[in-house]
């Protein structure tokens, strides 16, 4: 064997190995022996077939090597490569590079990476050949949104022309504009600026389905050019998607965070529009998170990213302190509208003195009687869906719980039933409660169907509608809601955060926010920062052009900094109080803190081991210093149990600035050296929710 390499390698100078990197969630790669028939025709990013186990499997050359890597024990018998499936590269080097680096930096499977970022249908095996058989239909834009020119304004022309001056560098920006203050008026013209150089743009959003009017804007100025990319394109559209980004003319592709894996290899600029939003974290398989990822892959391929939000996100802004990354911002609101009116109501003590049974303040029905009467447009902005409404048991002083989750059920009118949200446990509701027996449930809280009941009864001309998951269940709905709304058939939307993002009204003279605070009592650190970012952004869809927005903020803990600073609108005094209490208990962004989720549907098992665990992470802590690394747990996380399974996590504390992947990769491998029997374990690096 060993003398045949050598053989190979004096008569042809070309490759003779590669690795390979399979989708599968295995951290190394294989390698793979070229056959004489196939030399020459290896690049790094071309996809090969292999043979896996007893399978066939398709996998992307990672190494093209002239010898054997010193790693490959030289008694393992090297198995040839199959087919070699591209002519071209389907990714080029500083792609695979940017792949690389995103597996280090979550500590996740080279594997596991790959196949978020590849359409699986390239990985099927059933479909060679019949890849390039699909053929792109353009995405359908039906909209009744008007989508007028518009001329920057000074301050908004001042930014662009600063940012179009970095178009050929790695530039990372921050652009915080009050909200309405047309950041995506920025945004396009910098996109026309990438076109013209022939280069191609990437621009993020939250959720396609919820920004009809951003899409209808950016197909007015890019239409031929415009592709659309996110969860819900089929498997077929999702490949035809990227076929064209790998066309050489420039576009724009539109998408949610998974559109950031798009292999342009023409990248001009990378923009994330609302870089505050939850969504851009992935919480399932490859735990990644995109605003971070859009930053590296920038630095890798030296062009700007341009990150933009009214209330950034605290990491963000850090950088920013830190001179890492560039503030732009944009004070004024177009068409020279001031910002809202906005008030906070306590509603804690309204209802002690009125003895009041409504979910809403006086001072909200008044407002909705008094702007109902001037013609203008409300929004309701609830907290929670549903009823939201728990049931209460006075005799034992606590509330009904899920027998398969540790969290509270909620009841649902539609068929008089308390159902849990967070598996699929539901019961009728007959008043009788499960731990004592006595019969005196009485029904506390309040959500947004129970809101939209509460306002129908007392305003009876009212033209009302409800927008959250139950109430509208596809795009379609959403879209004959908002065109509905833009037309004035609807006076008020009762909503969840549904109706916090970007859209623009101009016709809006009222928002009422409800159930801002629910979070506040959460055992979440980030609770305080998503509170402020609700209230700022819900607000901030009141008034536009000439006329102010009145806002009515009903809370239970009005004296609340996030509160108090969210009335303000003050992002600027919000964020130097939550970072100076950050740093003083350590939290992010001053440290990084990385979760490992034991799940198990044997609590005893599950104990034992942690127990176990714990001994060794101990000997962990010993050998590292103190002010580097902490580790809390192991322990029951704040929801205990969901779908029957016991949860408990282990929270690593790590300096910023300390190699998190090695550390991660580490004591993953000894996870893996124990062959744990009934329970699953899962790694979240910079852990967003650990409830
Ligand atoms: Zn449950
Ligand atoms: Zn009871």
């Known amino acids: ?83 070699v499936l591209d002519e071209q590269p389907l990714v080029d080097a500083a792609y695979l590079q940017w792949l690389e680096f995103a597996a280090d930096y979550y500590a996740t499977p080279l594997g596991q990476v790959l196949s978020q970022a590849i359409p699986s249908l390239y990985l099927d095996v059933q479909k060679i050949g019949k890849e390039h058989s699909y053929k792109y239909k353009p995405i359908n834009f039906s909209h009744d949104f008007s989508t007028k020119d518009v001329v920057l304004t000074n301050e908004q022309n001042l930014v662009y022309q600063s940012l179009a001056g ?58 031929g050019s415009l592709l659309v990319y996110h969860s819900s394109l089929t498997q077929n559209q999702r490949l035809s998607q990227w076929q064209s980004c790998l066309d050489e003319r420039p576009q724009v592709l539109v998408g949610t965070r998974s559109a950031l894996f798009a292999p342009f290899k023409n990248l001009g600029v990378i923009i994330v529009d609302e870089e505050h939003d939850h969504s851009y974290k992935q919480e399932e398989r ?36 830190n001179n890492k990354y560039h503030l732009y911002e944009l004070h004024a609101r177009s068409g020279g509208a001031s910002l809202p009116d906005i008030r906070v109501i306590h509603f804690g003590k309204e209802r002690e003195q009125r003895k009041t049974p409504l979910c809403l303040s006086q001072h909200i ?14 929004l ?40 849990c949200h967070y598996c699929d446990f539901a019961k009728p509701y007959d008043g009788v409660c499960a731990a004592c027996h006595v019969k ?16 129908g009864a007392m305003h009876p001309r009212v033209v009302l509608t409800r927008l959250d998951s139950d109430a509208v269940s596809n795009e379609r709905e959403l879209r004959r809601i908002f065109n509905d709304f833009a037309k004035h058939k609807i006076d008020l939307i009762v909503g969840t955060q549904m109706i916090s993002k970007g859209h623009d009204f101009d016709n809006i003279g009222f928002v009422g926010i409800l159930g801002i605070d629910a ?39 009005p004296e609340h900094p996030s509160v108090q600073w969210g009335i303000r609108q003050d992002y600027q005094k919000f964020a130097q109080h939550e970072l100076a209490l950050r740093q003083a208990l350590g939290y992010p962004p001053f440290s ?96 967003v929710g650990m409830v």
């Open 1 to 83: 064997m060993k003398d045949n390499n050598q053989l190979d390698c004096v008569l042809c100078s070309d490759t003779g190995y590669v690795n390979v990197v399979v989708a599968v969630p295995l951290t190394t790669l294989f390698t793979y022996r070229v056959p004489r028939s196939l030399r020459g025709q290896l690049t790094r990013g071309k996809r090969v077939l292999v043979p896996f186990g007893r399978k066939q499997i398709i996998g992307i050359c990672w190494d093209v090597m002239t010898t054997l890597p010193a790693s490959v024990p030289q008694k393992q018998q090297i198995k040839d490569i199959l087919t």
């Open 166 to 223: 970095h178009l050929d560098e790695y530039y990372p920006v921050l652009l915080r504009g009050v909200t309405g203050s047309g950041k995506t008026e920025v945004y396009i013209r910098v996109i026309k600026t990438v076109l013209q150089q022939n280069k191609s743009a990437l621009f993020l959003v939250p959720e396609i389905g919820l920004t009809p009017q951003m899409l209808a804007r950016l197909n007015h100025h890019f239409a």
């Open 286 to 321: 490859f735990r990644y998170q995109a605003r971070n990822l859009a930053v590296s892959r920038a630095r890798i391929l030296k062009i700007p990213v341009i990150m933009g939000s009214a209330t950034p996100s605290l990491e963000t802004y850090y950088q920013v302190i």
């Open 365 to 378: 029905h008044d407002a909705i009687e008094h702007f109902h009467k001037k013609k203008k447009q409300m």
């Open 380 to 419: 309701i902005y609830v907290g929670q869906r549903g009823f939201a409404q728990s049931a209460y048991c006075a005799s034992c002083a606590t509330i009904q719980i899920c027998p398969n989750c540790s969290v509270g059920l909620k009841y649902h009118k539609e068929g008089r039933v308390l159902k």
């Open 440 to 455: 005196g449930l009485t029904l506390l809280g309040f959500g947004t169907q129970s809101v939209a009941d509460e306002i």
């Open 519 to 557: 979070h506040l009592g959460l055992p979440d650190f980030r609770a305080s920062e998503r509170s402020f970012q609700n209230l700022v952004q819900v607000a901030g869809r009141a008034g536009r052009s000439d006329q102010k927005g009145h806002v009515l903020v009903q809370s239970l803990m």
């Open 592 to 687: 990084r803190l990385v979760q490992f989720r034991f799940l198990s549907a044997q609590e005893q098992r599950l104990k034992n081991f942690l127990c176990e665990w714990k001994t060794f992470l101990d000997g962990v802590t010993c050998r590292t210093n103190q002010l580097d690394l902490q580790i809390l747990g192991p322990a029951e996380m704040p929801v205990a149990k969901v779908r029957g399974k016991y949860r408990h996590h282990v929270i690593l504390k790590i300096r910023r600035g300390l190699k998190v992947g090695d550390l991660v990769a580490y004591l993953r491998d000894d996870l893996d050296r124990r062959k744990l029997r009934g329970i699953q374990y899962q790694i979240d690096v910079d852990a």
